[in-house]
């Protein structure tokens, strides 16, 4: 492991006092993994030696009385960029620390009394994934970490659970670990997984590696690639200033303009590319050139289907009540239809006028989910090839999770619109790895 520690546990005088606090268990810890010391506070730009200070509600005191907030604050920004740039899996911090603490620190009182808290830095790490230990932990310091970092998050209701494989520890088995966070009521849950990885072509800022929540691997996801842009800015891969980045998927690399409100992400516009018809690239079994609103008995029941790839394969019906339809029972008989070799997602789409559409999705792999940022796409393209939209006008698409904005120019070349958001972060505690 690459371990962050504080530089006054390795016998650095960096202490208030200008001493160190040696710690015997380092020594073993040295041996057997990398050690990158560091002391945020003099990172901060305190001078050794200082006065001692503490935590006072949300602010930092010395003893003098004076306000070191923004000192330590920078100290422990400082320890982000130094676990960020080594790919640190977990940092080794001396307890009790206004910095460095975890669990326990002193309370503020100069007296030597502890409470619960923790550090300016401990807590900043702990905040971005990075598990935080103290001294007295290192005997117990598991040989490989098998933690992992991870954000939840959602374009509108389409929720995954997104991975940093930048500078996170690698993931060996992918669409292991999908299956097993996505599962509803029993894990983290959501429709699968998105592994931030490092762009193959340095020219891009990103790479995204998605699996659903039954473990296969998906090319694509429109509302997936707008949370990868927030996870990208939020994270500090995007350059500052910048808000048009390109992020590589299994098929393409699409092309996000940021979305920025005070300085946060809120969400973005991807270049999705050009909708296909072209029945080989889709895939569809279909002997024409295109399938179009074409009838095909599923079910027992008659449907027009209209087929689109986005870089998946999908299957546009429109019909005039979406709601009525039972997709947990319909749902898996277009996607496992024979005249898709390769399974299909499908839209069940309801024209309200020639700007509005409104739409469910069952989606291969996840079932129903409560939006498909591709399948809204698709649903567009399919209803301007059928006339019920026009191409060069913005279609808002109603989904159960939220709304899109769709705009099909002339020749097939799609945008979409719509929000990203953060739900929650968390470490997820590995069982089965080696
Ligand atoms: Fe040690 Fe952390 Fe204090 Fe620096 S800030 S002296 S590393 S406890």
Redesign the pocket.
């Known amino acids: 492991m690459t371990i962050l520690i504080?530089?006054?546990l390795l016998g650095l005088p960096?202490?208030y006092d200008g001493a160190s606090?040696p710690c015997a268990d380092v020594e073993t810890l040295r041996k057997r993994h990398t050690l990158i010391p560091f002391?945020?506070?003099?990172m901060g730009g305190l001078p050794t030696p200082r006065e001692p200070a503490e935590i006072v509600e949300d602010r930092v005191v010395n003893r003098a009385g004076r306000d070191v907030t923004e000192e330590y604050r920078r100290g422990a920004e400082g320890a982000l960029v130094l676990c960020r740039m080594y790919g640190c899996d977990c940092a080794v911090?001396?307890e009790k620390?206004p910095?460095?603490g975890h669990g326990k620190i002193y309370d503020g009182t100069f007296t030597g009394t502890l409470t619960d808290g923790d550090g300016i830095t401990a807590s900043l790490l702990l905040a971005n994934g990075i598990p935080v230990y103290g001294e007295s932990d290192i005997p117990w310091l598991p040989e490989k970490h098998t933690a992992i970092p991870f954000t939840k998050m959602h374009g509108i209701g389409n929720d995954y659970v997104y991975i940093d494989q930048i500078t996170g520890s690698p993931v060996e088995d992918m669409a292991a670990l999908a299956v097993e966070m996505s599962a509803r009521r029993f894990s983290v849950g959501s429709d699968g997984v998105i592994f931030v990885c490092p762009p193959e072509d340095p020219d891009n800022h990103g790479r995204m590696r998605m699996f659903n929540a039954d473990g296969s691997e998906g090319a694509m996801c429109g509302n997936g690639i707008r949370c990868v842009g927030k996870f990208l800015y939020d994270h500090g891969y995007v350059p500052e200033g910048c808000h048009v980045i390109r992020v590589e998927t299994l098929t393409r690399v699409k092309t996000l303009t940021l979305r920025l409100e005070d300085g946060q992400c809120t969400g973005a516009a991807v270049d999705m590319g050009q909708a296909v018809f072209d029945p080989a690239k889709i895939p569809v079994q279909w002997p024409g050139e295109r399938m179009v609103s074409e009838p095909v008995t599923i079910a027992g029941k008659e449907w027009r289907i209209t087929a689109v790839s986005m870089g998946n394969p999908h299957a546009v019906v429109f019909t005039d009540a979406p709601d009525s339809l039972s997709l947990e029972e319909l749902g898996p008989f277009f996607e496992h239809h024979p005249l898709f070799p390769d399974r299909v997602n499908t839209e069940f789409v309801r024209v309200t006028d020639r700007t509005h559409l409104e739409m469910r999705v069952w989606e291969r792999g996840s079932g129903e989910t409560f939006a498909c940022g591709t399948g809204a796409c698709a649903a567009v393209a399919a209803a301007v090839l059928c006339g019920y939209c026009d191409a060069g006008v913005p279609v808002l698409v109603k989904l159960r999770g939220g709304v899109l904005t769709v705009t099909v120019s002339e020749d097939w070349q799609i945008t979409m619109e719509g929000p990203a958001e953060t739900v929650f972060t968390g470490v997820w505690e590995v069982k089965n790895m080696k």
Not at 39 to 42: D, I, K, N, R, S
């Open positions: 504080s530089a006054c960096c202490r606090k002391c945020p506070e003099c911090l001396k620390s910095s460095c």
